[in-house]
């Protein structure tokens, strides 16, 4: 599965972005899904997840303000981002494993086979 992330930017606090991720490659119905956030010097953290039959998880620094969803149609994963704080800064990247359909281990990197390059978001004060 190949994956090419868009949509990142720089906003101000308080702003919105949609990340979108386009999948191709791939023809499988059942997968994991999940939008991982890395800044230098940590860990890749996981922010939100979906499975295929539309079971979502989100770290808890997001509820309320971030919705993650997707269009089977267009193979597109999304991230709707709001109320966007100084602290959401980071590398923004989709990953994806098409060989489960459960995905109660959303949060972890290692649960996912592939990767895209990642979309740059940046929150000013």
């Known amino acids: 599965v190949q994956l090419v992330e868009s949509g990142g930017g720089s906003v101000q606090a308080g702003g919105s972005l949609r990340l979108s991720c386009l999948a191709s490659?791939?023809?499988?119905?059942?997968?994991?899904m999940a939008w991982f956030r890395q800044t230098p010097g940590k860990k890749r953290e996981g922010v939100a997840g979906?499975?295929?039959?539309?079971?979502?998880g989100y770290a808890d620094s997001v509820k309320g303000r971030f919705t993650i969803s997707t269009d089977k149609v267009k193979n597109t994963l999304y991230l709707e981002m709001n109320s966007l704080e100084p602290g959401d800064s980071g590398m923004y990247y989709c990953?994806?494993?098409?060989?489960?359909?459960?995905?109660?281990?959303?949060?972890?990197?290692?649960?996912?086979?592939?990767w895209g390059q990642g979309t740059q978001v940046t929150v000013s004060s």
């Open positions: 979906i499975s295929s039959y539309g079971s979502t």
């Open positions: 490659g791939h023809t499988e119905f059942n997968y994991c």
């Open positions: 990953a994806a494993d098409v060989s489960r359909w459960v995905c109660p281990l959303w949060r972890y990197p290692s649960e996912y086979t592939s």
